[in-house]
């Protein structure tokens, strides 16, 4: 039987409708939920530019959040699946706070475990899976532990401070993003570890390069992130190209630790020491068996995220204070202050300087390092005071760059104002307007050593010297849409001068 060219015109046609058809059936989810937002693209939905690399995704939803200002609720679409962003501040903390039983889990949980370390840790295990294992890591971070660590901090910051000597007397631009991750490389190393990880005296240093080579803006870490989380059996597939080998060097480093550990029979009662004890103790994890690819896997992401948020956070702040040179002097005649009283940074110093506390929170407000958050239903859910009801395993979205520079809530957001996080001003604003380590019990478990490492580094730096722009600094600061946690397009260069009148 042949077919003429009339019939395989119709045959194509009717592929192209039936394909058509699939790929937009969705589209008028929110149209018949009475839910506004932005019409989708087909292939894209709403996530063209991010997909094009054009812009991050956490600008992307200010844009969104900014248009439809007077809706509580904004449907979009990320391809062809509905997502929802969620501005109403009643109904963030609804999904944070007092809804979490319906909003347990991240909604990155991937299908296949085994195709990346990341999928096992706390970041994307199932609440199941998450709520044992947060309850017993959850010790290591508490207030009391963090001051039986402070020493090893202060050492580093120490040490810190004699290498920007070094890099200072070169009378040379300084790249801060790299200073910086050195810095919270070496903290985080010996905090948590119980590694000296040499980032600092070694420009070869393997764990400085392992993160480098990880959080690089490139088209491969794009591409393997990407495929990881949105097309996981693709990822299966891929991986032999687009796996980034740094992964296996950290991995390989922590086991030979834990190795060396049992073997000469050292404990330090820290970090890697209670991993050690939920693998070889299940009692301690009734709920399920913790694995050796589970505990590198909290490794590995806590590595990545204390040295990383961390030092982007310090550089962020060093790049406002070179711009207001008002607030850095007024910040460091804050920490003289309370050194000449205590003659060194110590637990309790750090905890008191008023002025740093504001510092740090208009950077984190400023650059949140988790530009959105996510969540993901149990059950079929309705919004209070809505008629919007979304079923289970339905993602929702919650933007907090877009909160976070909100002219409503933060007058002139652009503008650096430490001022912002004064007792009153911040009693002004409904709690769910700052949301730079998120809130409820996903908010990050790691916030308080997060705290005092970043603190620790810019009281270094602001006591003994002089931070300014120079002609390599980036101005404006573009946020690089290939970035995992925002940060410039380029690298953030200062001029660094030592203060001799000390």
Not at 92 to 116: A, C
Not at 307 to 330: I, P
């Amino acid at each position: 039987m042949e077919f003429g060219v009339t019939e395989l015109l119709a045959g194509i046609g009717i592929l192209f409708l039936v394909a058509y058809y699939y790929l937009t059936k969705n589209f008028s989810y929110w149209k018949k939920r009475n839910v506004k937002g932005p019409k989708p693209l087909l292939l894209f939905g709403n996530m063209k530019d991010v997909l094009f690399l054009k812009i991050h995704f956490g600008l992307l939803m200010k844009q969104y959040y900014d248009y439809y200002k007077t809706e509580p609720l904004v449907g979009i679409f990320n391809r062809s699946s509905p997502i929802l962003l969620i501005r109403d501040p009643e109904l963030i903390r609804d999904v944070l706070i007092k809804d979490f039983n319906s909003f347990p889990d991240r909604g990155f949980t991937s299908r296949i475990e085994n195709n990346d370390p990341v999928n096992q840790s706390l970041l994307n295990l199932s609440y199941e899976k998450w709520r044992p294992l947060r309850n017993k890591l959850s010790p290591v971070f508490s207030s009391g532990k963090l001051k039986e660590m402070f020493y090893l901090m202060a050492d580093c910051a120490s040490h810190f401070e004699k290498y920007v000597d070094k890099l200072v007397e070169k009378e040379e631009s300084i790249e801060c993003r790299e200073l910086t991750a050195k810095y919270t490389t070496n903290s985080i190393g010996v905090c948590a570890f119980g590694l000296n990880m040499n980032a600092l005296d070694d420009e070869n240093s393997g764990f400085r390069n392992a993160g480098r080579a990880m959080m690089a803006s490139n088209l491969k870490n794009t591409l393997r992130r990407t495929c990881r989380d949105m097309f996981p059996r693709l990822y299966r597939f891929l991986k032999p190209i687009v796996y980034n080998r740094a992964i296996d060097f950290f991995i390989d480093s922590i086991n030979n630790t834990v190795d060396y550990r049992k073997k000469n029979n050292v404990r330090r009662n820290d970090f890697v020491d209670l991993l050690v004890d939920l693998r070889d103790q299940p009692d301690k994890l009734n709920d399920f068996e913790f694995t050796n690819d589970m505990l590198t896997s909290q490794a590995f992401l806590f590595f990545l995220a204390g040295f990383e948020t961390s030092s982007t956070t310090m550089s962020n702040a060093l790049y406002e204070l070179a711009l207001n040179q008002h607030v850095q002097e007024k910040l460091r005649e804050e920490i003289r202050k309370s050194m000449e009283e205590s003659e060194k940074l110590t637990y309790e110093s750090i905890r008191d300087l008023k002025y740093l506390d504001k510092v740090f929170k208009e950077t984190m407000r400023k650059y949140p390092p988790g530009a959105s958050l996510f969540r993901s239903t149990s059950a079929p859910y309705t919004f209070n005071g809505t008629n919007v009801t979304v079923p289970k395993n339905f993602k929702v979205v919650i933007p907090v760059w877009a909160i976070h520079h909100d002219p409503e809530i933060y007058p002139n957001p652009e503008k650096f104002d430490p001022e912002r996080f004064s007792n009153e001003n911040e009693s002004r604003r409904h709690p769910m307007n700052y949301l730079a380590f998120g809130d409820g019990p996903h908010n990050c478990i790691g916030s308080r050593f997060a705290h005092y490492q970043t603190k620790i580094g810019i009281a270094t730096i602001i006591n003994k010297y002089k931070v300014d722009v120079c002609d390599k600094t980036c101005i404006p600061y573009r946020v690089d849409p290939r970035s995992v946690i925002p940060s410039p397009i380029g690298d953030i260069y200062l001029k660094i001068t030592k203060l001799y009148e000390h």
